[in-house]
């Protein structure tokens, strides 16, 4: 069974950090393009950073150009997603998908269906 599990979320004062991670389980990474998305209730779903694990290549959303980083562990099998200088509009349920081959600003400008349940950030002092 092909999963993607999401972990890292919680709450965080404004100008904190948290990791997120993308564990996947039943396939391996290579070939795919994993992308990170996030929706806040009320608004629609936002491509926020994704990563081709066939070379490497990155693309973030310029609202969060300089504060995310997005990563791999190959042994891990693990994508993250490192946040820094949060604000309160980073608010929302995280969750990460799977492409193949996809090219990484297609995956990001085309926000897929979660695979798992995703993690919730919440930003607030």
């Known amino acids: 069974q092909l999963q993607l599990v999401e972990s890292g979320g919680g709450l965080v004062q404004p100008g904190g950090s948290l990791r997120l991670s993308c564990a996947a389980s039943?396939?391996?990474?290579?070939?795919?393009?994993i992308g990170w998305f996030r929706q806040h209730p009320g608004k629609e779903r936002e491509g926020v950073s994704c990563?081709?694990?066939?070379?490497?290549?990155?693309y973030y959303a310029h609202s969060v150009k300089g504060r995310f980083t997005i990563s791999r562990d190959h042994a891990k099998n693990t994508v993250y997603l490192q946040m820094n200088s949060l604000k309160s509009e980073d608010t929302g349920l995280y969750y990460c998908?799977?492409?193949?081959?996809?090219?990484?600003?297609?995956?990001?400008?085309?926000?897929?269906?979660?695979w798992g349940q995703g993690t919730q950030v919440t930003v607030s002092s």
């Open positions: 039943g396939f391996t990474l290579n070939y795919y393009t």
């Open positions: 998908a799977a492409g193949l081959l996809t090219p990484v600003q297609a995956m990001c400008d085309s926000p897929r269906d979660p």
């Open positions: 990563l081709s694990v066939n070379d490497d290549t990155t």
